[in-house]
Nanobody, 128 residues
Framework: QVQVVESGGGSVQAGGSLRLSCTVS????????MGWFRQTPGNEREGISC?????????YYADSVNGRFTVSRGNAKNTLYLQMNNLKPEDTATYYC????????????????????WGQGTQVTVSS
């Protein structure tokens, strides 16, 4: 069993910042990738960014967040952060962290279907 837990969401005004944290525990694969996604009601889950297991490489940022959001790894491999700066009202969403089942240590996917284990989500609300 793999547990994924996000934290750090909240309400901020436009232009503000938040840092989300994601911690993975349990029977984790040996080399899993981690991804950040967000979702608004009635819409599909949108990929924001992901990090590979080997080399801690961030393979992409969604165009909508590029230059404002930064993904980083904690001191432990099972922790991932999402630093969100210059937040906009359109960033309002539930943010999710996810891991895949491992096996490709130099790859991380952009699609929600490429991930198996998901957290419960954390709400981010940005007011204008």
């Amino acid at each position: 069993q793999v547990q994924v837990v996000e934290s750090g969401g909240g309400s901020v005004q436009a232009g503000g910042s938040l840092r989300l944290s994601c911690t993975v525990s349990g029977s984790t694969p040996s080399d899993y990738a981690m991804g950040w996604f967000r979702q608004t009601p009635g819409n599909e889950r949108e990929g924001i960014s992901c990090m590979t297991w080997k080399g801690d490489t961030v393979l992409y940022y969604a165009d909508s967040v590029n230059g404002r959001f930064t993904v980083s790894r904690g001191n432990a491999k099972n922790t991932l952060y999402l630093q969100m700066n210059n937040l906009k009202p359109e960033d309002t969403a539930t943010y999710y962290c996810a891991t895949d089942t491992g096996g490709y240590d130099l790859f991380c996917g952009r699609l929600a279907t490429e991930y198996t284990y998901w957290g419960q989500g954390t709400q981010v609300t940005v007011s204008s």
